[in-house]
Nanobody, 115 residues
Framework: QVQLVESGGGLVQAGGSLRLSCAASEYIFSINAMNWYRQAPGKQRELVASITRDYTTNYPDSVKGRFTISRDNAKNTLHLQMNSLKPEDTAVYYC?????????WGQGTQVTVSS
Protein backbone atom coordinates (compact mmCIF):
# COMPACT_ATOMS: atom_id res chain seq x y z
CA GLN A 1 0.00 0.00 0.00
CA VAL A 2 1.39 3.37 -1.02
CA GLN A 3 1.91 5.83 1.82
CA LEU A 4 1.96 9.59 1.44
CA VAL A 5 3.79 11.65 4.05
CA GLU A 6 3.36 15.42 4.26
CA SER A 7 5.88 17.78 5.81
CA GLY A 8 6.56 21.49 6.03
CA GLY A 9 3.63 22.65 8.10
CA GLY A 10 4.00 24.92 11.07
CA LEU A 11 3.23 28.29 12.60
CA VAL A 12 3.77 31.42 10.55
CA GLN A 13 2.72 35.05 10.82
CA ALA A 14 0.27 36.54 8.37
CA GLY A 15 2.03 37.53 5.18
CA GLY A 16 4.61 34.79 5.58
CA SER A 17 5.32 31.72 3.47
CA LEU A 18 5.46 27.97 3.88
CA ARG A 19 6.33 25.15 1.51
CA LEU A 20 4.58 21.85 2.00
CA SER A 21 5.94 18.62 0.62
CA CYS A 22 4.38 15.22 0.08
CA ALA A 23 6.53 12.16 -0.47
CA ALA A 24 5.24 8.83 -1.74
CA SER A 25 6.68 5.62 -0.34
CA GLU A 26 6.92 4.12 -3.82
CA TYR A 27 6.39 5.03 -7.43
CA ILE A 28 2.75 5.52 -8.34
CA PHE A 29 1.65 4.44 -11.79
CA SER A 30 -1.05 5.98 -13.93
CA ILE A 31 -1.53 9.15 -11.90
CA ASN A 32 -4.56 11.12 -13.01
CA ALA A 33 -4.19 14.03 -10.62
CA MET A 34 -2.30 15.11 -7.54
CA ASN A 35 -4.03 17.45 -5.13
CA TRP A 36 -3.74 19.42 -1.93
CA TYR A 37 -6.79 19.70 0.28
CA ARG A 38 -7.28 21.48 3.58
CA GLN A 39 -9.72 21.21 6.42
CA ALA A 40 -10.25 23.87 9.05
CA PRO A 41 -12.01 23.10 12.36
CA GLY A 42 -15.75 22.81 11.86
CA LYS A 43 -15.48 23.10 8.08
CA GLN A 44 -15.58 20.68 5.18
CA ARG A 45 -12.43 19.55 3.46
CA GLU A 46 -11.75 21.76 0.44
CA LEU A 47 -9.50 21.47 -2.58
CA VAL A 48 -6.82 24.16 -2.67
CA ALA A 49 -4.63 23.05 -5.57
CA SER A 50 -4.49 20.34 -8.20
CA ILE A 51 -2.10 19.28 -10.95
CA THR A 52 -3.09 16.80 -13.63
CA ARG A 53 -1.08 14.20 -15.52
CA ASP A 54 -0.36 16.81 -18.22
CA TYR A 55 0.71 19.34 -15.58
CA THR A 56 -2.41 21.49 -15.82
CA THR A 57 -2.90 23.30 -12.52
CA ASN A 58 -6.06 24.58 -10.93
CA TYR A 59 -6.76 26.70 -7.85
CA PRO A 60 -9.85 28.12 -6.18
CA ASP A 61 -10.13 31.89 -6.08
CA SER A 62 -9.33 31.91 -2.35
CA VAL A 63 -5.70 30.91 -2.98
CA LYS A 64 -5.13 31.82 -6.63
CA GLY A 65 -2.02 33.93 -7.05
CA ARG A 66 -0.73 32.97 -3.60
CA PHE A 67 -0.36 29.17 -3.76
CA THR A 68 1.62 27.18 -6.33
CA ILE A 69 1.47 23.42 -6.74
CA SER A 70 4.32 21.51 -8.35
CA ARG A 71 5.42 17.91 -8.78
CA ASP A 72 8.77 16.21 -9.10
CA ASN A 73 8.29 12.86 -10.79
CA ALA A 74 11.91 11.85 -10.39
CA LYS A 75 11.69 12.25 -6.61
CA ASN A 76 8.09 11.09 -6.33
CA THR A 77 7.11 14.26 -4.51
CA LEU A 78 4.44 16.90 -4.58
CA HIS A 79 4.86 20.44 -3.28
CA LEU A 80 2.69 23.39 -2.33
CA GLN A 81 4.33 26.79 -2.09
CA MET A 82 2.14 29.09 -0.02
CA ASN A 83 2.86 32.82 -0.01
CA SER A 84 1.09 35.80 1.51
CA LEU A 85 -0.53 33.54 4.06
CA LYS A 86 -3.66 34.70 5.85
CA PRO A 87 -5.19 33.60 9.16
CA GLU A 88 -8.03 32.01 7.19
CA ASP A 89 -5.49 29.64 5.60
CA THR A 90 -5.15 27.94 8.98
CA ALA A 91 -6.07 24.28 8.54
CA VAL A 92 -4.77 20.75 8.30
CA TYR A 93 -3.40 20.26 4.78
CA TYR A 94 -3.67 16.87 3.08
CA CYS A 95 -1.87 15.45 0.09
CA UNK A 96 -3.99 13.34 -2.29
CA UNK A 97 -3.03 11.27 -5.31
CA UNK A 98 -5.64 9.83 -7.66
CA UNK A 99 -4.41 6.89 -9.72
CA UNK A 100 -7.44 4.93 -10.81
CA UNK A 101 -8.74 2.84 -9.13
CA UNK A 102 -6.72 4.06 -6.17
CA UNK A 103 -7.16 7.21 -4.11
CA UNK A 104 -4.25 7.80 -1.75
CA TRP A 105 -4.22 10.25 1.17
CA GLY A 106 -1.59 11.51 3.53
CA GLN A 107 -2.08 11.94 7.25
CA GLY A 108 -2.10 15.73 7.07
CA THR A 109 0.12 18.53 8.29
CA GLN A 110 -1.02 21.48 10.40
CA VAL A 111 -0.63 25.01 9.10
CA THR A 112 -1.36 27.83 11.52
CA VAL A 113 -1.25 31.46 10.45
CA SER A 114 -1.26 34.03 13.23
CA SER A 115 -2.57 37.54 12.76
Amino acid sequence: QVQLVESGGGLVQAGGSLRLSCAASEYIFSINAMNWYRQAPGKQRELVASITRDYTTNYPDSVKGRFTISRDNAKNTLHLQMNSLKPEDTAVYYCNVRAYPHDFWGQGTQVTVSS
